[in-house]
């Protein structure tokens, strides 16, 4: 891919700094053949924006879920273990402490 690569000192073709860069061929569509300057940090910035569109590239939307095959049963609501009964005549009168120790003896 890269046959050529000259170093020189010059403005980055990305970022603009002045320093030492390195020449890389590029082919311009036409079949025009021209250098890129790219300075060291650029350079090292390539393959993070390379990864970043491979990412993107192999990113696929979410699958949506299956719908289940049968329906579930709800859960039957239970009364909690030590809430009041809401109705006395299904349960009985609520008794307190003192009754409950006076029905045990």
Known sequence: MLERITIGRDHCGFCGNW?????LDA???????????????????VPKAAELLKTIRAAKSPKAKKPPSKARKSRPAHP???A???DESEHGPVLGD???????L
């Open 84 to 86: 009041d009964p809401s």
């Open 27 to 45: 082919v311009i569509p036409p079949g025009r053949k021209v250098d890129v300057a790219i300075c060291e940090r650029c350079a090292r910035a």
């Open 19 to 23: 320093g030492l860069v390195a020449y």
């Open 98 to 104: 003192r009754e409950l120790a006076e029905r045990e």
């Open 80 to 82: 909690s273990a030590n």
